[in-house]
């Protein structure tokens, strides 16, 4: 059981790459999230889904795009990388139910030089 | 919208000593749960302790419990026989019971705990 996986840990793109972030779960939890952490400004919501097929937008969503084709699977793209997207990047699911607890992945380092 | 707030931003407190972390939070809700996380130098997010918010009685876990004022919405973390393990960055966060909705952390307290 590997819980919340986070590919890559480390990532250093120049301004306007694009890539990919992978998060993937193994707990068959509908409810999955992405979030940057940023210093002195906590963990801020990027988009999040309720479950296969359905996404939503958070508090800081410009630059990104997300899908949810299969409950496992939750990629976080970024299509033209800015320096302002430097960050660390969490992935998440949450257990609805008795307990309603988040799961976070290892993270991801980005730097956009 | 909703808000959490974490109003100290750094705290240092000795070994063994009691530390006591506020979060303050808005919402007009009546049901919704509270979160404190701990993330280590690690990096890693750590569920410390939860608080339904229909339920009174304060939540506890071994050296680490909750003041939950609800009329206040104040939501207050307190370690007790703090160890130098316990050195890391607290968030509160803030999450509705019944709707499918986002997570609010508040922006975290980074607390030292000193030899």
């Known amino acids: 059981n590997a819980g919340v996986t986070q590919t890559p840990k480390f990532q250093v793109l120049k301004t306007g790459q694009s890539m990919t972030l992978q998060c993937a779960q193994d707990?068959?939890?509908?409810?999955m999230s992405w979030y940057r952490q940023d210093p002195g400004m906590g963990l801020r919501l990027i988009h999040y889904?309720?479950?296969?097929?359905?996404?939503d937008q958070g508090e800081v969503p410009n630059g990104y795009n997300v899908s949810r084709s299969t409950t496992e699977d939750f990629p976080l793209r970024l299509l033209s990388a800015a320096p302002s997207q430097t960050s660390v990047y969490f992935c998440a699911t949450l257990a609805r139910g008795a307990y309603n607890e988040q799961f976070f992945g290892p993270g991801t380092r980005l730097t956009v030089l | 919208a909703q808000t959490v707030t974490q109003s100290q931003p750094e705290m240092s407190v000795q070994e063994a000593e009691t530390v006591t972390l506020s979060c303050t939070y808005d919402t007009s809700e009546n049901n919704y749960y509270l979160f404190w996380y701990k993330q280590p130098p690690s990096r890693q997010m750590i569920l410390v302790i939860r608080?339904?918010?229909?339920?009174?009685q304060n939540a506890t876990e071994n050296r680490f419990s909750v003041n939950f004022q609800k009329a206040a919405k104040s939501f207050s973390l307190k370690i007790s026989d703090s160890q130098l393990g316990d050195t890391a960055m607290y968030f509160c966060?803030?999450?509705?019971?019944?709707?499918?909705?986002?997570?609010?952390f508040g922006k975290g307290t980074r607390l030292h705990i000193l030899p």
């Open positions: 608080q339904e918010a229909y339920k009174q």
């Open positions: 707990m068959n939890h509908e409810y």
């Open positions: 966060a803030f999450m509705f019971m019944n709707r499918d909705d986002k997570i609010i």
């Open positions: 889904s309720v479950g296969a097929g359905i996404t």
